[in-house]
C-alpha cells in the first residue's frame, strides 16, 4: 500500500518479459488502473484476483490510464475489453499506437537492424515483426483510446491530482504522472530497476534526457516504477538513469577513437551479442549518434564512415 489509496501488483522480476506492475487507485466510483499488464491469460486472471483480494471486481474499473502502448503494460487490454468498457486515457501519440499495434515497428526503429544486411546465419531482416516476437513472450493487443492525454494535463485519481509530464525516449508517447501534493510520481519505464531501451523514433536519448530533467525538478517523495520495487531516493534514481545513459555516450566517443567506423561495426564494438546488434544496440547507436551530430562530435562522412570531430 502507497499513500493509503495506492496498492500495486507488483512482478516479482524486473527483466524482459516481464509484465509491467499494475496500479490500483480507488475512488469513489470505482477503482481506476494505471497500466494492466501482459496479455497472457495467467496475467489477466492474476489481476483479477488482485482486484478480488481489494473487494473489487473487473466491473469496478472504469477507468485505465496507460503509461504507453507496449505489450508489457497494455497487452492484457483484450481480455479487459471483453468483460468492461472502461475510459482509457492514452497520450496523442500513442493512441495510433495503440489502435493498430504494427505500427510499433517503427517507433521500434527496427529498419536500423537492416543496416546488418543478410546471410545464411542472418536471413533477410526485411519480415522481422516486433509483434511476432512479443507473441510468446509477452503478447500485444489494440485499443482505441477514450480519451486522450498530453503534457500538462491534470488527472483527478481519488484524492489525488497527477500532472501528465511528457517523458518520451522509450516510447514517442510515454508518460509520468506525478502529485505534487503527495510527492508521488508514477516513472513508468523512464526510471526503474534497469534502464530502458530508446530509439530514435521514440524519442532518442534528447528525448529521455530531457525529460530527466524534468522529473530532477520534481519534489517527489516516492518513485512508483513499472518495474521493479518503489524508489524512497527518487533524485538519485533519476541521476543514475542519467548518468547510465551518458556513460554509453562516453564509451561510443571512447570506442571510434582516432579511426572512423561504419555504423554496423560501430554497433558490434559495442554490442558483441548478435541479438543485441539487431535490437536494441542499433537504436540506442542511432539514438546517441543524433545527439552527438547535433552538438558537433562526431562527424557522417559521405562514404558512411562515422569519426570524431
Avoid at 271 to 286: D, S
Wanted: negative net charge; aromatic residues 6%.
Amino acid at each position: 500500500m502507497i499513500s493509503g489509496e495506492i496498492k500495486v501488483m507488483r512482478e516479482e522480476s524486473h527483466m524482459w518479459p516481464a509484465s509491467a506492475n499494475v496500479f490500483l487507485v480507488r475512488d469513489r466510483d470505482g477503482a481506476i488502473l494505471i497500466d494492466v499488464g501482459c496479455g497472457k491469460e495467467e496475467k489477466f486472471n492474476t489481476l483479477k484476483n488482485f482486484l478480488n483480494n481489494e473487494g473489487l471486481s473487473l466491473r469496478d474499473v472504469h477507468t485505465i490510464v496507460i503509461s504507453h502502448a507496449h505489450p508489457d503494460h497494455m497487452g492484457a487490454m483484450g481480455f479487459l475489453l471483453q468483460e468492461i468498457s472502461p475510459r482509457i486515457y492514452l497520450h496523442d501519440f500513442e493512441i495510433p499506437l495503440a489502435a493498430d499495434p504494427q505500427l510499433l515497428n517503427q517507433t521500434f526503429d527496427y529498419n536500423l537492424a537492416k543496416r546488418r544486411g543478410s546471410s545464411e546465419s542472418n536471413p533477410s531482416l526485411e519480415n522481422i515483426n516486433v509483434l511476432d516476437y512479443f507473441a510468446g513472450l509477452c503478447p500485444m493487443s489494440s485499443s482505441h483510446a477514450t480519451n486522450a492525454m498530453t503534457d500538462g494535463d491534470t488527472l483527478c485519481m481519488g484524492k489525488f491530482r497527477f500532472h501528465v509530464i511528457h517523458t518520451p525516449g522509450h516510447a514517442p508517447g510515454h508518460v509520468s504522472l506525478f502529485d505534487p501534493d503527495s510527492g508521488v510520481l508514477f516513472t513508468g519505464d523512464v526510471v526503474g530497476k534497469v534502464v530502458a531501451w530508446y530509439s530514435p523514433s521514440s524519442g532518442g536519448a534528447i528525448g529521455y534526457l530531457n525529460g530527466l530533467e524534468r522529473l530532477a525538478k520534481l519534489n517527489a517523495r516516492i518513485i512508483l516504477p513499472s518495474h521493479g520495487e518503489n524508489i524512497v531516493m527518487a533524485r538519485e534514481a533519476i541521476e543514475r538513469t542519467k548518468a547510465h545513459i551518458l556513460q554509453l555516450e562516453s564509451l561510443i566517443l571512447q570506442t571510434l577513437g582516432d579511426r572512423p567506423l561504419s555504423f554496423m561495426d560501430l554497433c558490434g564494438k559495442l554490442y558483441p551479442k548478435p541479438t543485441v546488434q539487431l535490437f536494441p544496440g542499433p537504436q540506442l547507436l542511432e539514438s546517441h549518434l543524433i545527439k552527438l551530430e547535433q552538438e558537433g562530435k562526431v562527424i557522417r562522412q559521405e562514404d558512411g564512415l562515422i569519426r570524431k570531430r
